[in-house]
């Protein structure tokens, strides 16, 4: 019986009434379920996104100065990237919690914030405030670990649409959380770092045994879903945007606002219905009986997987030095590309160096613009309620830019069989475009640079995480997935605390000379505050693009395979 044979029969029948307990069971413990939890986890854990709407009432709140606070952003960014211990968590404990611990730390670190902001304890020293940032940010690890690894386990032949789908949410989710905020508590800040403590906390609690690895089950058409759930997630992106267009024209009432947010819950929802009706499709098929050609088929892989036991080495000295031979002495002993390296092979081979420092110069970069966002629109001449719309733009288009990323890059790897990594070196070019435009702006060029930068910003971090799965296998996947993610604070911190954070006070420091007045805080305004930050930023992200290259040259081969083939041959036929 073909696919599509098997997705007509599935699709056409319904549920009988002594099935609907069982499948209701089954779908609740099933990776369908489980990939919609993720989807509504991820669409709250960005929060690291809003610290450019925030960190100016931070700043006024507590005192500081521009480099304290992009101190403040540097420790976020360190929490939310640096990420191993969470993923040697994810290798010996269970989904749940990893979860579990995710949301503690979620609430904990921003719950502190809120509580400096609002004074209601004694101010926290400068460590103190860095702390609870990390402490809060690096949440998003867990949940990163908890939702895509698991899902990418559960649906290995997609991976790359999966993580763009995914991490889009993510990267939408500063949107969504500033939209339902808006709605409860209008434009207040402070209540916003109080909303970020909870939310995303209380949907992890709530889907703490949901998300868990279950392996690949066959599809008749797992693509066609996906690009379903993709059109959902577009019209819901579309819908922001076009909110967020219309918001600088119009001020919208809290009403409206409540309005919005409740259409916006409702697409959410949405993706819902398609996971039950394609557990219902599994569901049918498994009740199909089997016919002649399956039955030949069970028999000739029962008969080959009986030769591949026979032909194993059985002698108790070869399965002692199989067991014997630890990682440490293996580390140069490396595998194809595509096969399961351990932790230690992945991280010393020369692909991985290059994707280090490919992530150091161009996420680094890019964070360094997303969180100097709000600082850059003051320093333009922009209020309030427009920098927050700019924050909008950029997560906004950080979701294009995952979601592009993902199902493009697939695209071009399947069918055209072109390295995963080139879109890597596209997208940093790209970026460079947006970093000149701040540098060099004109009236409106911030509105075309928050879209450039949200768009590359999104874009990459499903490509790194994608390329690593291909490369170093799945096996320890939580760990390399996370291990991936240091480099970016790094960078994030010399361009943002040595570089633009100093470049800003300097030049904030000659406008106060240069008027005569007491340095009481350092504000600068006018164009010149961050030229010469972003074109070294344009610079760094052109280097970013060449290291991405030789990347391309190093996996061309491995890329024109088929790489999937592994997991097509592991999947249960149904």
Wanted: proline share 3%.
């Amino acid at each position: 019986m073909t696919e599509e044979a098997k997705e007509s029969i599935s699709t056409k029948r319904g549920l009988k009434r002594n099935e609907i307990l069982p499948f209701t069971l089954e779908f609740l413990r099933g990776r369908w379920f489980a990939l919609f939890a993720s989807f509504l986890i991820m669409a709250t854990s960005g929060s690291v996104y809003l610290f450019g709407t925030y960190s100016n009432e931070i700043k006024t709140t507590l005192g500081y100065d521009q480099t304290t606070i992009n101190l403040l952003g540097f420790s976020k960014d360190v929490g939310a990237n640096v990420g191993i211990l969470t993923g040697l968590i994810a290798e010996i404990t269970p989904t749940w919690f990893v979860l579990l611990l995710g949301a503690a730390l979620n609430f904990g670190g921003y719950f502190m914030i809120w509580l400096a902001v609002t004074g209601k304890i004694a101010k926290p020293m400068v460590w103190q405030m860095c702390v609870y940032m990390a402490i809060g940010a690096n949440s998003q690890n867990f949940a990163n670990t908890g939702g895509v690894v698991t899902a990418v386990k559960n649906f290995p032949e997609s991976r790359g649409s999966l993580i763009g789908l995914l991490k889009g949410y993510a990267g939408l989710s500063g949107a969504i959380i500033t939209q339902v905020y808006l709605a409860v508590y209008g434009n207040d800040s402070k209540s916003l770092i109080f909303l970020i403590a909870c939310l995303p906390t209380a949907l992890s609690v709530i889907f703490i045994y949901t998300i868990r690895t279950m392996g690949p089950v066959k599809h008749p058409n797992e693509h066609r879903v996906f690009n379903q759930f993709l059109l959902l997630s577009i019209v819901l992106a579309l819908l922001l945007m076009v909110k967020t267009l219309i918001e600088r024209k119009i001020t919208f009432s809290k009403g409206t606002n409540a309005v919005i947010t409740t259409v916006l819950c409702l697409l959410l929802l949405s993706s819902l219905y398609i996971s039950i009706r394609e557990a219902l499709v599994v569901w049918n098929i498994k009740k199909q009986p089997p016919t002649a050609i399956t039955i030949e088929q069970s028999k000739s892989q029962v008969v080959e997987s009986s030769e591949e036991t026979s032909t194993k080495p059985t002698s108790s000295k070869q399965v002692d030095e199989k067991i014997e031979k630890s990682c440490f002495l293996t580390v140069f002993d490396k595998p194809e590309r595509g096969m399961d390296y351990t932790i230690l092979q992945a991280l010393t081979s020369i692909d991985m160096l290059i994707l280090l420092v490919t992530t150091i110069f161009g996420l680094g970069a890019s964070l360094t613009a997303v969180d100097n966002l709000g600082q850059i629109g003051e320093s333009l001449g922009y209020d309030n309620r427009i920098v927050t719309t700019f924050v909008s733009i950029i997560s906004i288009w950080n979701f294009f830019g995952r979601v592009f990323s993902g199902f493009v890059s697939e695209i071009l790897m399947v069918k055209y069989k072109l390295p995963r990594p080139l879109m890597m070196t596209m997208v940093l070019l790209f970026s460079c475009i947006g970093y000149l435009l701040i540098a060099f702006p004109f009236p409106g060029a911030l509105y075309i640079a928050s879209v450039i930068i949200g768009f590359t910003f999104g874009a990459q971090l499903p490509l790194i995480f994608a390329i690593i799965s291909e490369l170093f296998g799945l096996k320890y996947y939580a760990t390399l997935f996370n291990c991936a993610q240091i480099a970016s604070p790094l960078g994030s911190y010399i361009f943002k605390v040595k570089v633009t954070g100093a470049i800003y006070d300097t030049e904030a420091l000659k406008d106060v000379a240069a008027k005569g007045l007491a340095v009481k805080q350092l504000t600068c305004i006018g164009s010149h505050c961050y030229r010469l930050s972003f074109i070294i930023l344009a610079s760094v992200s052109c280097f970013g693009a060449l290291c991405s290259l030789i990347l391309v040259m190093r996996t061309r081969k491995f890329y024109q395979s088929d790489i999937y083939q592994k997991f097509r041959e592991k999947t249960d036929t149904l």
